[in-house]
């Protein structure tokens, strides 16, 4: 499994059907780095309303209770909002993605954020035939409050081969289809939960 | 209570509501988040007249304190509006794309707040600058130049709002309705050039006929008493005339959402009137023609796109997209089985009322069209078939699951134009209706509608960032 090419990205970015990497819109080619794309912030976020919720427990979760638990906002292109120090926000990148089936991806922070105390997400994995915005969980682990702008280039996407290809249609079964805003937690539908209540 | 004791109060009552409208005016602007500068705008004007009332409630008069109060419930009426346009209520991701689409057409004076409503139904309210100025002029206590003041900020400026039924806030594609809402603008221009010269071509026929059907149908009741006859009659011939009236304005707004958005516009009176009768006669329907009569002028209006689709090569289009668009053609050409149906036209030969107004119209309609069409911009027309390519473009990405937001290959893409992607949605959808049969049709129209959401803003903002990143990065 080895790490694509600046070369090998642009290739694939212009290719053909099965084999292309769509990354929608990519509004600069600058945005294409030696091995990787960087991609931007969008404008949806998710919060958690914290002002009512004692805590969060998966298990218990489900529809009404987790509509109350988050709160969804939207932020101008143009306009900014601050995240402070300790707090996390379910944001989502303003491009949409579209997997080829021999691809995966790994959404990895940049360090010009990391250095100022923003982290992206910690390894996420996208995996091929994806389509979607990709949720990116953004928290301030540093001191000072920081402002975010829609629009900012915010992380990178390093991509590397999946071999053998996927040979299934990616999405039927999948938690989340083609999402074009930050998807909330849905850990509560794993299957696990059902195991642990019986537990005595 | 004494007279001067109830006028006290009234006076009281009313700067205590004109300061509650100011101030709850203010809050929405201030505190609440819009797509668009318009919905602030709607509110600092609102807010400004209740501070002038407010100022100048000593001074009215006794005997018009019950014309303040009704402007103060127009206006608190009114600020629903604003309300309701806040983003969490609207299909925010398109109003901006939208609202730059509807100024394209309507002039940049003009500003358009866009909000649900629980009615299932569009609709078009306006224009406020106008109304609220007029409606202040009439209060001649109030100073002109403090009225002046209150209007500054809208000097020279208009703003409508348009609604969309609260249900469909996510169905971008039944949104083309926007274009027939926008219609209704240049409807009422049209109306004020022209209407009175064509009721004037018909109004004696109207009241001849009109006379001939009551004196045959009311005639053991009317006869010997011609007071009451020419009461019906001049009633009758009333009537034909708000149905004139009413007639040509839906179906000017018809032609000029078709013109502006082409067969997206087709698409979505087709489906907004599935569930209605198609030849409800419009006397006993609001003064609305027959929507069979409207999708037969709206079919004919596309008609030529659509042969120019059939009968083009259409070099280029991938078999895929070549597939899914002729699915579509075929499709709209197979409405003409409902439109070559004449009930409608039984319907309204019923009677004078309605005949007389409809024949009017079909010998009239090209020429209408045309004077209509001359109050619109000059590059304001959408040929689908001209943008035949585009929408293939468009179409092919919508079945890859991917937003139509742009057209071309990487690097050289340019940003979807707004109408191509509604069209190219309908086309996708029409296609998905007749092929889709397993069960998760509904789950793929969600998808439809987030993609097609997805495109209008990506589009949007990468324009944007197109023409400042010029700036940016030399």
């Keep these: 499994m080895s790490t694509l090419t600046k070369k090998q990205i642009l290739s694939r970015l212009q290719g053909e059907q099965c084999a292309r990497l769509v990354v929608t819109p990519l ?80 959404v ?93 | ?57 000593e001074e009215a008069p006794a005997g018009n304190l019950i014309h303040v109060g009704e402007l103060l419930s127009l206006m608190s009426l009114e600020l629903r509006f604003v309300e309701r346009a806040k983003l969490e209520h609207t299909p925010w991701s398109m109003i901006q794309s939208t609202e ?89 221009k049209w109306d004020e050039a022209h209407f009175e010269e064509v009721w004037n071509e018909i109004e004696n026929q109207a009241r001849e006929e009109n006379k001939k059907e009551i004196e045959q149908w009311w005639s053991s009741v009317l006869e010997g008493n011609d007071f009451l006859l020419a009461r019906e009659i001049s009633a009758a011939t009333k009537r034909a005339r708000s149905v004139l009236d009413g007639g040509l304005k839906e179906l000017i707004s018809d032609a000029i959402g078709v013109h502006l958005l082409g067969p997206a516009a087709l698409c979505s009176a087709v489906e907004f009137s599935s569930c209605m009768s198609l030849d ?37 289009i991938p078999q895929k997209a070549e597939e899914i668009i002729l699915e579509f053609v075929k499709w709209a050409q197979s409405l003409g089985e409902l439109t070559e149906v004449h009930d409608d036209s039984e319907s309204l030969n019923r009677t004078a009322i309605t005949r007389i107004p409809y024949n009017h119209i079909e010998q009239r309609w090209p020429g209408i069209l045309k004077e209509a069409k001359g109050f619109l911009p000059k590059d304001s027309s959408y040929s689908f078939s001209e943008r035949i ?30 109408r191509d992607i509604l069209n190219a949605a309908w086309v996708y959808k029409i296609w998905l209706v007749t092929k889709v049969d397993d069960g998760t049709l509904d789950n793929e129209l969600e998808k439809l509608f987030r993609l097609v959401l997805k495109a209008i803003e990506t589009s949007h903002v990468q324009r944007t960032f197109n023409s400042l990143s010029e700036v940016a990065y030399n």
Excluded at chain 1, 28 to 57: H, M, P
Excluded at chain 1, 109 to 124: E, N, Q
């Design chain 1, 27 to 106: 509004l600069s080619e600058k945005q294409v780095g030696a091995c990787s794309i960087d991609v931007r912030l969008g404008n949806q976020f998710i919060i958690f309303r914290t002002q009512t919720l004692s805590e969060y427990d998966a298990s218990k979760a489900e529809g009404r209770r987790l509509r109350q638990m988050q709160e969804r906002f939207i932020i101008d292109f143009g306009k900014s909002f601050t995240l402070h120090p300790g707090t996390l926000v379910l944001g989502s990148t303003f491009e949409y993605l579209s997997m080829p089936k021999d691809l995966e991806c790994q």
């Design chain 1, 108 to 200: 990895e922070g940049r360090s010009s954020w990391a250095r100022v105390g923003l982290m992206i997400a910690t390894a996420t994995s996208v995996e091929p035939g994806f389509k979607g915005v990709i949720t990116l969980e953004i928290s301030n682990v540093g001191t000072i409050p920081l402002k975010l702008m829609p629009g900012i280039r915010i992380a990178q996407l390093v991509f590397r081969d999946a071999d053998p290809a996927l040979d299934s249609e990616y999405g039927s079964g999948r938690k989340y289809q083609c999402p074009i805003g930050p998807q909330f937690s849905r850990l509560h539908e794993d299957k696990d939960f059902n195991m642990f209540d019986r537990f005595d």
């Design chain 2, 1 to 57: 209570m004494k007279n001067h004791q109830r006028e006290n109060l009234s006076r009281r009552e009313l700067r205590r509501r004109a300061i509650g409208i100011a101030r709850l005016a203010q809050k929405l602007e201030q505190i609440s988040k819009f797509a668009t500068n318009t919905p602030p705008k709607l509110c600092s004007l609102i807010g400004n007249v209740a501070k002038l009332l407010t100022d100048s409630i």
């Design chain 2, 100 to 188: 730059e689409f509807l100024k394209h057409t309507a002039g940049d004076d003009s500003h358009f707040i866009i909000r649900p409503q629980w009615s299932q139904n569009y609709g078009l309210i306006g224009e406020f600058v106008k109304v609220y100025e007029r409606r202040l002029c009439a209060f001649d206590w109030i100073n002109s130049e403090k009225i002046k003041e209150a209007l500054k900020d809208v000097d020279g400026q208009k703003i409508y709002c348009i609604s969309f039924p609260r249900t469909e806030r996510f169905n971008a594609l039944m949104h083309a309705n926007f274009g027939h809402e926008l219609g209704h603008i240049i409807a009422s």
């Design chain 2, 280 to 316: 409800d006669n419009p006397s006993e329907s609001g003064d609305y023609p027959p929507w069979r009569y409207r999708l037969r002028l709206l079919l004919e209006s596309c008609k030529k796109d659509f042969q120019a689709v059939n009968d083009s090569e259409r070099n280029g």
């Design chain 2, 389 to 418: 390519d585009y929408i293939a473009e468009l179409v092919l990405r919508l079945d890859e699951d991917i937003p139509p937001c742009e057209t071309g290959k990487w690097p050289d893409t340019t940003p979807a134009d707004f």
